[in-house]
Structure formats: C-alpha cells, structure tokens
C-alpha cells in the first residue's frame, strides 16, 4: 500500500529550480514530521532536510542549504521541497518519508541511520530529478 506519492522530478538545467511535492491520500500529514532524502546512482542514500508538524524546519546536509526549503499545504495535504540554483551533483531519487512515531523533527542526521527509521516509515516511490545542460 503506497502511502506517500512524490511528484515535481523532471530535467532541469544548472541553476534552474524544481518543487518537488509529497502528498498522502492515507493520512494527514500535517501531524507528523516528513523528511526529504535523496539517492544518487552508486552512492548512498542522503537525507536533506525534515519539517515537524509544527512546521519547524531542519537542514541536515551543508550542500543544500540556502538553496532548498521544506514546506507544508496543510489544505492540500502536501509537503514541498523547494530546490533552487540546482546543480548536476544534485541529480539523484528524491523520496519523501515519515515516520508516524515522530511529530518533531530529529535534531542530527545520524539518527536516520542508526535508529529502525528504514524500516518503520513510510517511502515514496520516489522522484526523479535530473540536472543537465
């Protein structure tokens, strides 16, 4: 049962912008905190940024930040992934998840990793975003 759907991916040229969205026709999201993560070929997953149900937003990954916001349409049950001056080292699978335990975001990256987060959210499919002159 596909939970949350991406949508937004496609072909961008360097410096040009997407907005990915997340949506849920199973559950309102607004309750829970959802966390961005993308995946380049041949490289391990990367998780970006996390918006709480309160809408307090995390920036977890250096490379991204000032040029990618998180966001929430309670009305449309969608939660967004603003990218801008994008690059081709940001081409890669971009997933939104979250995990219905959490409403607050996790202050540090690493709990994604050493936690059961992989296996107790809830995944996308995933989107595609591929930057290329």
């Known amino acids: 049962q596909v939970e949350l759907e991406e949508s937004g991916g496609g072909l961008v040229q360097p410096g040009g912008s997407l907005r990915l969205s997340c949506a849920s026709s199973g559950f309102t999201l607004d309750d829970y905190a959802i966390t961005w993560f993308r995946q380049a070929p041949r490289k391990e997953r990367e998780v970006l940024l996390c918006?709480?149900?309160?809408?307090?937003?995390?920036d977890y990954l250096d490379d991204v930040k000032g040029r990618f916001t998180i966001s929430r349409d309670a009305a449309k049950n969608t939660v967004y992934l603003q990218m801008n001056s994008l690059q081709p080292e940001d081409t890669a699978v971009y997933y939104c998840?979250?995990?219905?335990?959490?409403?607050?975001?996790?202050?540090?990256?690493?709990?994604?990793?050493?936690?059961?987060?992989?296996?107790?959210?809830?995944w996308g499919q995933g989107t595609q975003v591929t930057v290329s002159s």
């Open positions: 918006i709480s149900n309160s809408a307090d937003n995390i």
């Open positions: 998840a979250t995990d219905r335990r959490m409403r607050r975001c996790p202050l540090s990256p690493t709990f994604y990793r050493i936690s059961d987060y992989n296996r107790t959210a809830s």
